[in-house]
């Protein structure tokens, strides 16, 4: 009984080492890449962004950023695991040395006249006939009996000197570590075990495995439904014009899902009657187009209504329930957005290109949307050819402001970046009258705002110009430069309530037939990452055009350098078209910003196929180059560009004639500004 007492005693020990096995590795992961991740906590320090309150790191924000699911999980084992400690070393069966002077209380070396002393000292304690405690029994004769018998039995003693035990040497005892009624079982408690043995072993990971293959089928990688995805993919077309985009991104199975109750119904109707101006609705028939508006999906009307919030800073109108809602529509738009993205830019055509204009429009939505900017600002209005969207994203500033500096003849929002720092404070005290710190704030935002330039040029492998049917290899370096010197930061967002990092989409495409060549999503917030993919792609470039290891060594080096400067490398492959000349624009769309993006015109020119073996057949297994001319030239405006500006904005006639025949396996590349963008070239 004692033995098993013992072997049981063995169960919160083993319990303790399967726990510790996994858990131990995983919370020194956790910590080290808790103190290893750059904390992404430059943003902008303006007054407005302060006192939005989405970075104020309160204690009860601490605690509600800590209070995830698998955080809260590894809190609650560790404490498991200290009290199976704790548990474990006072645990009354314990496994001891078999001590004989010990147990009798003596010190080594005693005369036997002290050991028999001794023990009828400890007969009277714990004899049976003095102590009827079955523990004191088992303890008397286990402990005490053996221990005066090893210490005056000359056998006895012989065996304790020579294995330790006055009962001699002793087999080796296997034992399971499990608990004491597990031990002793009957028939009937026999079945229970195994009942609970097949429970815990093997259904309760069945159902905990089909429970997370079937919520995990219905999402993406970017946790976005599959049913928005088929959405996205059967409404995106390639005429979508940019203000059709919103009907597109708010047909998402998540808003869906929004909760719809009666009593939204009055609030709703109060923030319809606000944002009427922005639905888009026929005034001519206003009373049929809102009827209409009102027999639409209940979910779809409230987010259409809630995103037009955000659009027109409208939140301050919503009831409390509302409030929910709006934090759970903006808390998904920016994945709903980068998938929405990525189904304009996704291959559709026998080329395999996707398509510019939704893509245009989905990347404006984002801007519009991250910085609560109605989708009407982008309209040429006041003298502003890009509309009046770019100056409504700085602080203090509204229409009223901007109509005031119109009057300066302050004509785009370039104009104004360009002016001194002195002018534009006298600009804005005297003409705005905004205060020394309203000034000063404007300034904040302006010198967070990013200024991009490309660095664009096109070359294959072994080959000299491009012939139809090559693998053309892009290479483009875009370079991020603020006022303030920064690199990576988070943008001027005070009316998004969430962290929203800046992304930017670097676009290759044809903005007469619409198609997109190539596209890529380019972050500047990971430069760790951005120096590994840098490497990675110099050393496979360069290994394919046979250079030596110093070659090799000294071009990474420089890119690594590049990134570390704020540049990043940009790549891709596409096909060679037809023989023709093509006017293809690469596009640097910032995410989070208005205006501050940035075009380049890349001129190539296609031969016709002449060279033996090259990409009739056999399309991976050559390596094809192109004599690249980059030519830099001053940044002007051009008509045959009009198709990158907003809908919003007048359109010009395209540029007619841009896939003509031609001679030469050149390609030119010269820069157009859009917003904020500064000039030169990588």
């Avoid at 996707?354 to 900017?373: C, D, H, K, M, Y």
Wanted: aromatic share 8%; charged share 25%; proline share 4%.
């Amino acid at each position: 009984m004692v033995a098993t007492e013992e072997n049981s005693a063995l169960f919160p020990i083993f319990v303790l080492t399967v726990m510790a096995l996994p858990l131990v590795p995983y919370t020194v992961f956790k910590l080290f890449h808790a103190f290893s991740k750059e904390k992404k906590n430059i943003h902008c320090q303006c007054s407005v962004c302060l006192s939005s309150g989405k970075y104020r790191q309160s204690i009860f924000k601490r605690i509600s950023n800590f209070s995830t699911g698998s955080n809260l999980t590894l809190v609650l084992l560790w404490i498991v695991m200290m009290v199976l400690v704790y548990y474990i070393k006072h645990i009354n069966h314990e496994i001891q040395v078999f001590e004989p002077f010990s147990i009798l209380g003596l010190e080594p070396r005693a005369s036997d006249s002290d050991i028999k002393k001794a023990y009828r000292r400890l007969s009277i304690q714990y004899h049976p006939d003095k102590n009827p405690d079955p523990e004191a029994h088992n303890y008397f004769v286990e402990y005490i009996s053996k221990a005066y018998q090893a210490l005056t039995d000359p056998v006895s003693r012989e065996n304790f000197e020579k294995y330790g035990h006055p009962d001699g040497r002793k087999g080796i005892e296997m034992s399971v570590a499990l608990p004491l009624f597990l031990l002793n079982i009957d028939g009937a408690s026999g079945g229970i075990l195994l009942l609970g043995i097949v429970g815990v072993c093997i259904l309760l990971p069945l159902v905990m495995a089909v429970i997370y293959l079937s919520r995990s089928s219905k999402y993406t990688g970017n946790y976005v439904r599959h049913q928005t995805m088929s959405a996205y993919y059967y409404f995106m077309k390639p005429s979508l014009a940019p203000s059709k985009v919103m009907e597109v991104f708010t047909t998402a199975a998540e808003y869906m899902d929004i909760p719809v109750r009666r009593s939204d119904d009055e609030p709703l109707q109060r923030l319809f009657l606000l944002v009427r101006s922005e639905l888009n609705l026929d005034h001519k028939n206003i009373r049929q187009e809102q009827a209409k508006f009102w027999k639409q999906h209940p979910a779809l009307v409230k987010t259409v209504l809630l995103v037009q919030a955000q659009l027109n800073r409208e939140s301050a109108a919503l009831s409390p329930a509302l409030l929910g809602d709006f934090r759970r529509v903006l808390e998904c738009s920016p994945r709903l957005l980068e998938e929405l993205m990525k189904m304009a830019i996704l291959p559709r055509t026998s080329q395999g290109y996707g398509w510019l204009r939704p893509a245009i429009g989905v990347v404006e939505l984002s801007q519009n949307f991250t910085q609560a900017v109605p989708l009407s600002a982008r309209k040429t209005a006041g003298g502003f050819s890009e509309g009046i969207a770019p100056f409504l994203q700085l602080p203090h500033f509204s229409e009223a402001i901007v109509k005031k500096i119109t009057r300066k003849k302050v004509r785009s929002f370039q104009e104004f970046q360009d002016l001194t720092l002195q002018e534009r404070a006298e600009l804005l005290t005297q003409v705005a009258g905004f205060s020394a710190a309203d000034s000063q704030d404007v300034e904040m935002v302006l010198e967070m705002m990013p200024s991009i330039t490309i660095g664009i040029k096109c070359e294959t492998e072994g080959e000299e110009g491009i012939q139809e049917g090559d693998i053309v290899t892009m290479h483009a370096w875009i370079t991020l430069r603020r006022g303030n010197g920064l690199v990576g930061a988070l943008p001027h967002a005070p009316y998004f309530p969430f962290h929203k990092e800046e992304n930017f989409w670097l676009l290759l495409a044809d903005s007469v037939s619409n198609d997109v060549w190539l596209s890529q999503r380019v972050s500047f917030m990971d430069e760790g990452a951005a120096i590994t993919a840098a490497t990675k792609a110099i050393q496979v470039s360069k290994e394919g055009l046979g250079s030596s290891l110093k070659e090799i060594n000294a071009a990474v080096k420089e890119a690594v350098e590049k990134v570390r400067n704020g540049s990043r490398l940009v790549m891709g492959k596409f096909q060679a078209p037809a023989e023709g000349n093509y006017n293809l624009t690469s596009y640097c769309l910032c995410d989070s910003w208005i205006g501050c993006d940035k075009k380049t015109t890349l001129k190539v020119k296609v031969l016709k196929q002449s060279r033996a073996g090259t990409r009739a057949g056999d399309l991976a297994g050559e390596g094809l180059t192109v004599e690249d001319k980059i030519e830099d030239k001053e940044d002007e405006e051009e008509e045959g560009f009009d198709d990158y500006e907003s809908e919003y904005s007048e359109d010009d006639e395209d540029d007619k004639g841009t896939n003509t025949n031609g001679v030469g396996g050149n390609v030119s590349v010269h820069e157009e500004h859009s917003g904020s963008s500064s000039d030169g070239e990588e």
